[in-house]
């Protein structure tokens, strides 16, 4: 990411603003936003009963939002002339992110640390660190951090395989737009559907079919899900299943935009094709990698729909990942508060080794593609 | 269970009743009165009908489907249209919630209902929900106060979450009339159903868990090698042990003993580590076997439910189980296991039993057998903190029965209200009750009327085995030592906990089996504290009638 | 396919290109297969019964006679399909429901995401401290973000704003979700396109939105068909929020397959059935448009 310090498409200002248009640009401005916190505060004061006059629930206050929003993107022209309406571009979404993810994030933390129990007659209670030292004494949300880590190192494979695809995909083949359907089928599977017509059906250890090969190749006695270690692996295998082909693409993608003439020059230079792959092909691949592999990761970290399907964590929380692991202490348990603290410590987690993860592969990115 | 055995059971049952109910037999007699005071010719009608809709679609004919359901719902609508005009309700629309199961539960009630709504006006959205995923559900829903359904689908032990909490819209009498309220067997009548005296239910179900086994593993030169089926849980372990590595009679693939589910299933799992832990924990004459009722302290953690978590633990270790059992879904046990040939023993509610022989899964229909839940050499006496060398039994009465509640939604609505009601109502008839019974429904007899074996004979059935299957409902339910959980609040919370801990256990996570019960323990007391143990302490003990 | 000039190459050229391409094809239908068998496996089981199942027939017609049991009890067999069926009623609705929010949220997030890449690729913005690549990281860090964090304030707040099991606080919740892999796509699409484009147009007379209207969003609509499709395929399989936010008017296919399990086992011709129905409609729309999104995702992939 790039920080463009002036615009690339530079504009000509029309006309200086009026100033009875500045004034009441800013006006509507004001009373919209006028709006919106009285209304806030009129519901905020009626629900904890100081005053009876109120509203019957929080939706006039939305609407009010929604209007501040509207108001103040209307306004941006009106104030600013042309430099306003390029706010236009970003503001819609950045308003729209902003209202669903901020303000929920908020909520969560004040409800992470709280003892609620969604059964208990009690209610919501503050309860200060509590959460936070249950948490630390908690194998099992270590041991479901721990899963997510071996999780995400199955990528590697994953990465090797989509890989091996895509230069297959991208050699001299007949009927190139049928292989690449095909191999593009499993992205489009509901991860539900999947984890029951495969993770149930396919591999039910009587009348599967993958168990009646396994049984076939001389696995007398096939169990998918029975011992810790293959269960992690079946679970894995069916995820990597659903997720190859999306990295696939991208490594093809890059594989079609790699410059013929460099190619062409290393062929010319009598460099087998190993060499070429290693020396050439792989390096120039790297950028592209970096992003479908991060890409990947970020989805891995979500992992949870085929694990609450299929195992439901077990045997024993061996296959929980971290949203699961939450998801039954939150679907199960209707223990609110704490899967909330968890939740919001695995955010953590993920954004610091993400940051940790970006900035370690632009190094070695830039000291790779710097060596070429 | 022979049939003079089980008139002289229904006969006591019934002197028993008239002594306790009292005034309540008032009513009653009303209902019967009327029936009695109808010309003949209506109670043959209703006979013609009883004997019509059991062959909808006939035993041995394939599972039922939605147009039989529909079917069914048209045949038995007499009742409402008695209470409810035609076009009664034009304009109310309903919120049904219920289980998703295939096939079952809201499947049914949609095939029931789609005659009823034609006939009263009345619409109804469904709120279909998977079995694991109900607990969860319904406590979000009371907890948030988002209660966005006019009516549940709901098991007994739910009753103190919610009508405890005031959420239920007391039933009416005419609901209990049209229902023939007292034709329920005798455990599923007050207090079940009512909270603080009131009631709330329209009963369409009853729960027991009984003891299925296949007779071809019994018997001279069996593969068991034993000839009669095993009488205790200690003989049920054994047979277990000794049938590893032979091979299924039936269907040629490897033998296995009894069928444990493994896996956690949104608190339903839970029941069946008690199956096996009530003949060892239940000590005739205390009501308590889940926590001690002067402190609400857990007994799960004393010597006989740590018996019976390590009985299981030992199968594990000796490999008597199908692999993949431990990820094997609970509900996969009895339909996808059983009856399909897998496994020699299970226990389970008492739908096995008309499922084995109507259901597109089964292929074990002929050679199947059953009994109440199995008794044990010897019981812990947990006052004196000893075992006692003496046979004992509990049959587990796991869930207590789903039943049709109306929720408070429609109580300041009478239109809306009737309707609800008379929804449940039709659910809940008599007639549609034997039907429910007889097919794959998720629901299993519950009426003293289900228990006429001619109708069943009528039906289809061979006479040995509907008096078997039925006999062994009715013994467990008439049974003087019965384990009958407490409606308490957050039941199915304690449940989950502990499904999730002796998962854990099973995997090997804990040391043993002690260990695993001393967590489940630990955070059995951890959720008592969250809900509050002095109301908890007042309602257990209400429960048990202490 | 090469020429292959035979003088030139030798006989054990041509044998290793021979090997070549037996291993290359050989591989290709090796993945082929590994990618189809699921598939194939869960609409040849819709058509089993349960004999069929439990003794693991594969080849319809061959090992098994195709019955049509699971799609009667879903009431789309050729023999139900024209009465009245309470069970397709009810799959007709989730199926609608499904369109309904994919459809919406997947183009509302296509229309939000390409006006805030293409802001963010053409000019500098600064809002308070918040530069452009703080801005792009604001909007792509929402990637990130798991379900999970804000499952339990959505379903609290959403109660409060009488949003739950509603259309539109679905789609709201959808959009959020695709929004960020929406504004990846489409920026690396715009930083394709020259702004001497632009420039031109601005000289012609036409405003900033104008340009954007009548030059740019042409040149860009293949990946705006890229995104949108990825969006849809995210949306449509989408299930923990569903699971969580929905209940009666507005649930999904994926909460109907996966509340299918109960007390009775599962009748795997009925959840075959199922699962074909709800995921062969996005299969289709993927294999139809299936170049677009190589098309789009070429530009994303490669910055």
Same mark, same amino acid.
């Given at each position: 990411?790039?920080?463009?310090?002036?615009?690339?498409?530079?504009?000509?200002?029309?006309?200086?603003?009026?100033?009875?248009?500045?004034?009441?640009?800013?006006?509507?401005?004001?009373?919209?936003?006028?709006?919106?916190?009285?209304?806030?505060?009129?519901?905020?004061?009626?629900?904890?009963?100081?005053?009876?006059?109120?509203?019957?629930?929080?939706?006039?206050?939305?609407?009010?939002?929604?209007?501040?929003?509207?108001?103040?993107?209307?306004?941006?022209?009106?104030?600013?002339?042309?430099?306003? %309406?390029?706010?236009?571009?970003?503001?819609?979404?950045?308003?729209?992110?902003?209202?669903?993810?901020?303000?929920?994030?908020?909520?969560?933390?004040?409800?992470?640390?709280?003892?609620?129990?969604?059964?208990?007659?009690?209610?919501?209670?503050?309860?200060?660190?509590?959460?936070?030292?249950?948490? !630390?004494?908690?194998?099992?949300?270590?041991?479901?951090?721990?899963?997510?880590?071996?999780?995400?190192?199955?990528?590697?494979?994953?990465?090797?395989?989509?890989?091996?695809?895509?230069?297959?995909?991208?050699?001299?083949?007949?009927?190139?737009?049928?292989?690449?359907?095909?191999?593009?089928?499993? !992205?489009?599977?509901?991860?539900?559907?999947?984890?029951?017509?495969?993770? %149930?059906?396919?591999?039910?250890?009587?009348?599967?079919?993958?168990?009646?090969?396994?049984?076939?190749?001389?696995?007398?006695?096939?169990?998918?899900?029975?011992?810790?270690?293959?269960?992690? !692996?079946?679970?894995?295998?069916?995820?990597?299943?659903?997720?190859?082909?999306?990295?696939?693409?991208?490594?093809?993608?890059?594989?079609?935009?790699?410059?013929?003439?460099?190619?062409?020059?290393?062929?010319?230079?009598?460099?087998?094709?190993?060499?070429?792959?290693?020396?050439?092909?792989?390096?120039?691949?790297?950028?592209?990698?970096?992003?479908?592999?991060?890409?990947?990761?970020?989805?891995?970290?979500?992992?949870?729909?085929?694990?609450?399907?299929?195992?439901?964590?077990?045997?024993?929380?061996?296959?929980?990942?971290?949203?699961?692991?939450?998801?039954?202490?939150?679907?199960?348990?209707?223990?609110?508060?704490?899967?909330?603290?968890?939740?919001?410590?695995?955010?953590?987690?993920?954004?610091?080794?993400?940051?940790?993860?970006? %900035?370690?592969?632009?190094?070695? !990115?830039?000291?790779?593609?710097?060596?070429? | 269970?022979?049939?003079?055995?089980?008139?002289?059971?229904?006969?006591?049952?019934?002197?028993?009743?008239?002594?306790?109910?009292?005034?309540?037999?008032?009513?009653?007699?009303?209902?019967?009165?009327?029936?009695?005071?109808?010309? @003949?010719?209506?109670?043959?009608?209703?006979?013609?009908?009883?004997?019509?809709?059991?062959?909808? @679609?006939?035993?041995?004919?394939?599972?039922?489907?939605?147009?039989?359901?529909?079917?069914?719902?048209?045949?038995?609508?007499?009742?409402?249209?008695?209470?409810?005009?035609?076009?009664?309700? +034009?304009?109310?629309?309903?919120?049904?919630?219920?289980?998703?199961?295939?096939?079952?539960?809201?499947?049914?009630?949609?095939?029931?209902?789609?005659?009823?709504?034609?006939?009263?006006?009345?619409?109804?959205? &469904?709120?279909?929900?998977?079995?694991?995923?109900?607990?969860?559900?319904?406590?979000?829903?009371?907890?948030?106060?988002?209660?966005?359904?006019?009516?549940?689908?709901?098991?007994?032990?739910?009753?103190?979450?919610?009508?405890?909490?005031?959420?239920?819209?007391?039933?009416?009498?005419?609901?209990?009339?049209?229902?023939?309220?007292?034709?329920?067997?005798?455990?599923?009548?007050?207090?079940?159903?009512?909270?603080?005296?009131?009631?709330?239910?329209?009963?369409?179900?009853?729960?027991?868990?009984?003891?299925?086994?296949?007779?071809?593993?019994?018997?001279?030169?069996?593969?068991?090698?034993?000839?009669?089926?095993?009488?205790?849980?200690?003989?049920?372990?054994?047979?277990?042990?000794?049938?590893?590595?032979?091979?299924?009679?039936?269907?040629?693939?490897?033998?296995?003993?009894?069928?444990?589910?493994?896996?956690? &299933?949104?608190?339903?799992?839970?029941?069946?580590?008690?199956?096996?832990?009530?003949?060892?924990?239940?000590?005739?004459?205390?009501?308590?076997?889940?926590?001690?009722?002067?402190?609400?302290?857990?007994?799960?953690?004393?010597?006989?439910?740590?018996?019976?978590?390590?009985?299981?633990?030992?199968?594990?270790?000796?490999?008597?189980? @199908?692999?993949?059992?431990?990820?094997?879904?609970?509900?996969?046990?009895?339909?996808?296991?059983?009856?399909?040939?897998?496994?020699?023993?299970?226990?389970?509610?008492?739908?096995?039993?008309?499922?084995?022989?109507?259901?597109?899964?089964?292929?074990?229909?002929?050679?199947?057998?059953?009994?109440?839940?199995?008794?044990?050499?010897?019981?812990?006496?947990?006052?004196?903190?000893?075992?006692?060398?003496?046979?004992?039994?509990?049959?587990?009465?796991?869930?207590?029965?789903?039943?049709?509640?109306?929720?408070?939604?429609?109580?300041?609505?009478?239109?809306?209200?009737? +309707?609800?009601?008379?929804?449940?109502?039709?659910?809940?008839?008599?007639?549609?009750?034997?039907?429910?019974?007889?097919?794959?429904?998720?629901?299993?007899?519950?009426?003293?009327?289900?228990?006429?074996?001619?109708?069943?004979?009528?039906?289809?059935?061979?006479?040995?085995?509907?008096?078997?299957?039925?006999?062994?409902?009715?013994?467990?339910?008439?049974?003087?030592?019965?384990?009958?959980?407490?409606?308490? @609040?957050?039941?199915?919370?304690?449940?989950?906990?502990?499904?999730?801990?002796?998962?854990?256990?099973?995997?090997?996570?804990?040391?043993?089996?002690?260990?695993?019960?001393?967590?489940? +323990?630990?955070?059995?007391?951890?959720?008592?504290?969250?809900?509050?143990?002095?109301?908890?302490?007042?309602?257990?003990?209400?429960?048990?009638?202490? | 396919?090469?020429?292959?000039?035979?003088?030139?190459?030798?006989?054990?050229?041509?044998?290793?290109?021979?090997?070549?391409?037996?291993?290359?094809?050989?591989?290709?239908?090796?993945?082929?297969?590994?990618?189809?068998?699921?598939?194939?496996? /869960?609409? =040849?089981?819709?058509?089993?019964?349960?004999?069929?199942?439990?003794?693991?027939?594969?080849?319809?017609?061959?090992?098994?006679?195709?019955?049509?049991?699971?799609?009667? =009890?879903?009431?789309?067999?050729?023999?139900?399909?024209?009465?009245?069926? /309470?069970?397709?009623?009810?799959?007709?609705?989730?199926?609608?429901?499904?369109?309904?929010?994919?459809?919406?949220?997947?183009?509302?997030?296509?229309?939000?995401?390409?006006?805030?890449?293409?802001?963010?690729?053409?000019?500098?913005?600064?809002?308070?401290?918040?530069?452009?690549?703080?801005?792009?990281?604001?909007?792509?860090?929402?990637?990130?973000?798991?379900?999970?964090?804000?499952?339990?304030?959505?379903?609290?707040?959403?109660?409060?704003?009488?949003?739950?099991?509603?259309?539109?606080?679905?789609?709201?919740?959808? /959009?959020?979700?695709?929004?960020?892999?929406?504004?990846?796509?489409?920026?690396?699409?715009?930083?394709?396109?020259?702004?001497?484009?632009?420039?031109?147009?601005?000289?012609?007379?036409?405003?900033?939105?104008?340009?954007?209207?009548?030059?740019?969003?042409?040149?860009?609509?293949?990946?705006?068909?890229?995104?949108?499709?990825?969006?849809?395929?995210?949306?449509?399989?989408?299930?923990?929020?569903?699971?969580?936010?929905?209940? /009666?008017?507005?649930?999904?296919?994926?909460?109907?397959?996966? =509340?299918?399990?109960? =007390?009775?086992?599962?009748?795997?011709?009925?959840?075959?059935?199922?699962?074909?129905?709800?995921?062969?409609?996005?299969?289709?729309?993927?294999?139809?448009?299936?170049?677009?999104?190589?098309?789009?995702?070429?530009?994303?992939?490669?910055?």
């Amino acid at each position: 990411m790039t920080t463009i310090e002036r615009d690339l498409l530079h504009t000509v200002e029309a006309a200086s603003i009026s100033a009875g248009r500045h004034f009441w640009g800013q006006a509507a401005l004001w009373l919209s936003a006028l709006w919106l916190v009285a209304s806030f505060v009129l519901q905020a004061a009626h629900v904890s009963g100081w005053i009876a006059f109120g509203f019957e629930n929080w939706r006039p206050v939305l609407y009010a939002y929604v209007l501040w929003a509207v108001v103040l993107c209307a306004t941006r022209v009106v104030l600013y002339g042309e430099a306003g %309406k390029k706010a236009l571009f970003v503001l819609p979404a950045a308003l729209f992110v902003v209202a669903m993810v901020v303000f929920p994030l908020l909520f969560a933390l004040w409800v992470g640390f709280s003892d609620w129990n969604l059964a208990s007659l009690t209610g919501r209670k503050f309860n200060g660190l509590d959460n936070l030292r249950r948490m !630390l004494s908690d194998p099992f949300y270590a041991n479901a951090l721990i899963n997510m880590v071996l999780y995400s190192l199955a990528i590697a494979v994953e990465y090797a395989i989509a890989f091996g695809l895509a230069l297959l995909l991208s050699q001299d083949i007949a009927a190139r737009k049928f292989w690449r359907v095909t191999f593009l089928v499993p !992205l489009m599977l509901s991860p539900v559907a999947v984890s029951w017509m495969v993770g %149930k059906s396919m591999l039910e250890t009587r009348f599967g079919p993958i168990a009646r090969l396994a049984r076939w190749l001389g696995w007398e006695n096939p169990s998918f899900f029975g011992d810790p270690l293959t269960a992690r !692996l079946s679970i894995m295998i069916m995820d990597a299943w659903t997720f190859i082909p999306f990295m696939m693409i991208m490594l093809l993608a890059g594989l079609q935009a790699l410059n013929r003439e460099v190619l062409e020059a290393a062929e010319v230079d009598g460099a087998t094709k190993w060499q070429r792959f290693w020396q050439v092909i792989f390096p120039l691949m790297l950028p592209v990698s970096v992003t479908a592999v991060m890409i990947r990761i970020i989805f891995k970290l979500k992992l949870a729909d085929i694990i609450i399907t299929v195992t439901a964590g077990g045997p024993g929380g061996a296959t929980d990942s971290v949203t699961s692991f939450i998801y039954r202490e939150y679907r199960d348990r209707s223990n609110v508060g704490y899967g909330t603290l968890l939740a919001i410590i695995y955010l953590v987690i993920i954004v610091f080794g993400m940051t940790m993860l970006l %900035k370690v592969s632009d190094r070695i !990115l830039r000291r790779m593609t710097g060596r070429l | 269970m022979k049939v003079e055995i089980y008139d002289a059971l229904m006969r006591r049952q019934a002197s028993r009743r008239e002594v306790l109910r009292g005034t309540a037999s008032a009513a009653a007699l009303l209902g019967v009165s009327s029936v009695m005071g109808g010309i @003949p010719g209506m109670a043959l009608a209703a006979d013609d009908l009883r004997a019509q809709i059991l062959k909808i @679609p006939g035993v041995g004919k394939g599972a039922p489907t939605d147009a039989d359901w529909q079917k069914v719902g048209e045949l038995c609508l007499e009742p409402t249209k008695a209470n409810v005009a035609a076009g009664e309700f +034009a304009g109310v629309e309903l919120t049904f919630m219920g289980l998703n199961n295939q096939n079952l539960h809201n499947f049914l009630f949609r095939g029931f209902l789609k005659p009823w709504e034609a006939y009263t006006g009345a619409k109804i959205n &469904w709120i279909d929900l998977a079995q694991a995923d109900y607990n969860a559900r319904l406590q979000q829903s009371i907890a948030t106060g988002t209660v966005d359904f006019d009516v549940i689908e709901m098991g007994a032990p739910f009753e103190g979450d919610t009508a405890g909490r005031g959420l239920l819209d007391e039933m009416p009498d005419w609901v209990s009339k049209q229902i023939e309220a007292d034709d329920l067997v005798d455990y599923l009548k007050a207090p079940v159903g009512t909270w603080e005296g009131k009631t709330y239910r329209v009963t369409i179900d009853g729960d027991c868990h009984t003891f299925a086994y296949r007779k071809d593993y019994f018997g001279e030169g069996s593969i068991s090698g034993r000839a009669e089926p095993p009488k205790t849980w200690q003989e049920v372990n054994e047979v277990s042990k000794a049938l590893i590595g032979k091979t299924d009679p039936l269907t040629g693939l490897p033998a296995y003993g009894y069928l444990d589910p493994l896996k956690g &299933w949104g608190g339903f799992g839970f029941y069946f580590v008690e199956n096996r832990a009530t003949a060892y924990v239940k000590y005739p004459g205390d009501p308590a076997w889940l926590f001690d009722p002067e402190n609400m302290k857990p007994l799960v953690n004393n010597p006989a439910w740590v018996q019976a978590i390590q009985d299981v633990m030992d199968l594990i270790a000796a490999k008597a189980y @199908p692999s993949d059992q431990i990820n094997a879904d609970p509900g996969t046990t009895a339909f996808s296991q059983f009856l399909a040939g897998t496994g020699s023993m299970l226990m389970w509610w008492g739908d096995v039993g008309s499922s084995a022989r109507t259901s597109d899964t089964s292929v074990v229909g002929d050679v199947v057998g059953f009994g109440i839940n199995r008794g044990s050499s010897r019981v812990y006496n947990r006052k004196t903190g000893q075992w006692e060398e003496k046979y004992n039994e509990a049959p587990n009465m796991a869930y207590i029965g789903w039943g049709i509640y109306v929720t408070k939604r429609v109580s300041d609505d009478e239109k809306k209200r009737k +309707a609800a009601w008379s929804a449940a109502a039709h659910l809940g008839g008599k007639d549609i009750s034997l039907w429910t019974s007889a097919y794959p429904s998720g629901f299993q007899p519950y009426r003293q009327s289900h228990f006429n074996y001619d109708e069943w004979q009528a039906a289809g059935y061979d006479r040995a085995y509907i008096e078997e299957y039925l006999g062994s409902n009715a013994n467990s339910y008439n049974h003087p030592n019965a384990a009958i959980e407490p409606r308490i @609040p957050g039941i199915f919370q304690y449940y989950s906990v502990a499904e999730d801990e002796l998962a854990k256990g099973f995997a090997g996570q804990y040391k043993s089996a002690q260990e695993t019960a001393d967590a489940i +323990a630990a955070a059995w007391e951890k959720i008592t504290d969250q809900i509050g143990r002095e109301s908890q302490l007042k309602l257990y003990r209400a429960s048990l009638g202490l | 396919m090469v020429s292959i000039d035979f003088d030139r190459y030798g006989r054990r050229q041509r044998l290793r290109w021979w090997a070549m391409r037996f291993v290359v094809y050989g591989l290709l239908v090796a993945w082929a297969v590994v990618c189809i068998f699921p598939l194939f496996w /869960t609409v =040849s089981t819709s058509f089993k019964t349960a004999a069929d199942v439990m003794k693991g027939n594969l080849v319809p017609w061959l090992d098994f006679a195709p019955n049509w049991l699971g799609w009667r =009890s879903l009431g789309l067999s050729p023999d139900t399909v024209f009465n009245v069926s /309470t069970v397709r009623e009810e799959f007709m609705r989730r199926l609608w429901n499904s369109v309904i929010m994919s459809v919406a949220a997947s183009a509302l997030a296509v229309i939000l995401g390409s006006l805030a890449a293409y802001g963010l690729s053409r000019f500098s913005y600064k809002f308070g401290y918040m530069r452009n690549s703080d801005i792009s990281f604001f909007f792509l860090s929402q990637l990130i973000m798991p379900p999970v964090v804000l499952a339990l304030p959505f379903l609290v707040l959403y109660k409060e704003l009488a949003l739950l099991d509603t259309y539109v606080g679905m789609i709201a919740v959808y /959009t959020l979700m695709v929004l960020p892999i929406v504004i990846w796509i489409m920026r690396d699409q715009f930083a394709t396109v020259p702004v001497e484009l632009e420039e031109a147009a601005l000289v012609d007379g036409l405003s900033i939105w104008g340009a954007f209207m009548r030059i740019i969003l042409p040149l860009v609509l293949p990946g705006m068909v890229a995104a949108f499709i990825l969006a849809m395929i995210l949306c449509w399989n989408e299930y923990f929020f569903a699971a969580l936010l929905t209940s /009666t008017n507005t649930n999904t296919l994926p909460v109907m397959i996966a =509340s299918q399990t109960g =007390s009775q086992g599962i009748n795997w011709w009925s959840m075959a059935a199922l699962s074909t129905a709800g995921i062969l409609p996005l299969v289709f729309v993927g294999v139809l448009l299936e170049k677009h999104i190589i098309a789009g995702m070429t530009a994303g992939a490669v910055k």
